[in-house]
């Protein structure tokens, strides 16, 4: 979709975007929110430029044709907001999980910019977390002692070795912790792996900062077992920028520089408070359209493979099909949908894409009229192991153009709340179909009333009433959230070229295959890595040939 590829696919080349969302940006959503005369924005999906590795080259440089200067447009982000008002961490035991209602700081800070633990930190948990005291030492001992658990073995030894158990089982079986602690750990990885420390390699939870590698010696490099987040570096941690709306901002800009027209301005700033102008997504004279509410049933070529000089798209909008045309095709869509919306893929390719399961979870956005409340208990986040949703936090500080955040407790403020719908015990794509299914089963009346309950119980004591205090709610669904890669505990050492999402995105005749499914990690930047590699196929494979040996033409 680059206007690059247009030039280069030749001066009359046209693109069209068939979108089945009522909005562009796929999981990058935005939610609005008009409370007290002010703008609201929430991210109800995909929130930030960020990766547990840097950025390619070719995200680096999308981004910068975008105009976000990520470095240099750290500035937006109020990093200093909630430190100096002395909100911290903060930990909700509820009584279903715990036995009693219990919000408590967190011994251990775990976001950007929020205040520092002042005292002992770990003196509230001790007296108050409602666990076993054999529990509660536990965990503190697992947090700050170096110990080597696996002593007499190589860094490769315990690498393999850790990459086969679960986190669940490295605390119960190999750091001998007592098995209360679990309930307390079973949440923290479920926002970037969708699943509990039941179904996370133990190498791969150390790697997402969790406790109990300190004293192993485990090393920096990439190896067995190095999972989505088991190697972080300093470019990526520093390689950070988030906008208001999360990463809707950036789909707003990709289609400022498509159409023009549709949003109007000239840089990163301006873009957030602009309206976009839907109706000139779809004009007939655009060379680029991005159709809305459309949703694609069928792909083929038209007529045999080999020789088929188009592909023919057929999509149902407002409840009638229609037929698009074209000289190629980019399905950027869930991979696993497109076995059985292009039937004549080769079966082992279906199989790989199959294998693309998705990780449900809910984001919710939760307008309040103010956040006295927060300040008043001294936190900006909350994470509550075993309750509905899994945490809580005062949206993030970000002032951007004619956007500005809340400042004072007094104003309005979104806060977000999200949870992994996940069945511990089972394979992890098994537990994805049945959150997938659980979500669709559950109304929306359903996660308002847990919404409402949750809030009310964590923030009673700092006077919330839901009833007054919440102007609004918006639930994001995604059934088929977030895409999933390899898992040591349940997938087969696949070689390279068995790997199922790389066999599954090969190009088929004048189709290719895009979206982060095809690199199977939930991250943007792979789905911008991934649409660069899937039109650089047509382009140079099927578009403008150069074949230097009539023999040597690829299919």
Known sequence: MRPASQAEAGPAASVLVLDNHDDFGGHAKRNEFKVGGRTLLGFGGTWSIDSPAPYSAVAKALIAELGIDVLGGRSIMDWRLYGSLNLGSGIFFDKETFGADRLIPAPVRRRRGVGETTGDPWAA??????????????????????????????????????????????????????????????????????????????????????????????????????????????????????????????????????????????????????????????????????????????????????????VVVTYVKRGKAYRARGGCCVLACYNAMIPYLCPELPETQKVALHQAVRKPYVYTNVAVRNWKAFEKLGISDVSCPGAYYRSIMLDWGVSIGDYRCARTPDDPMVVHVSKAVVRPGLPARDQFRVGRQELLETSFESFERNTRDLLARVLSDGGFDPARDIAAISVNRWPHGYAGGQNELFDPDWGYDEVPWVVGRKRFGRIAIANSDAAAVCLTSAAFDQAHRAVDELLTDVIRPDFQYPWAERA
Do not use: C
């Open 125 to 310: 948990f001790m007296a108050e977390a409602p666990m076993s005291e054999a529990a509660k030492r536990d965990v503190k001992r697992v947090h700050e002692e170096s110990v080597d658990y696996m002593p007499g073995l190589s860094t490769a030894a315990k690498r393999q070795k850790l990459a086969a158990i679960s986190y669940a089982k490295f605390l119960t079986d190999v750091a001998k912790l007592d098995a209360g602690v679990l309930p307390f750990f079973q949440a923290r990885p479920h926002g970037l792996y969708g699943v509990g420390i039941d179904a996370v390699p133990a190498q791969d939870a150390f790697g997402l900062g969790m406790p109990g590698a300190q004293g192993m010696n485990l090393g920096t490099a990439p190896g067995v077992g190095q999972g989505l987040d088991a190697i972080r570096s300093h470019e990526a941690e520093e390689y950070f920028l988030h906008f208001p709306d999360g990463n809707a901002g950036i789909a707003r800009l990709i289609v400022r520089w498509l159409i023009p027209t549709a949003l109007p301005g000239s840089t990163m700033e301006d873009s957030v408070a602009t309206r976009v102008r839907y109706a000139a997504l779809d004009e007939d004279t655009s060379a680029v359209r991005v159709r809305l509410d459309s949703t694609v049933v069928a792909v083929t070529h038209g007529g045999e493979r080999r020789t088929a000089s188009d």
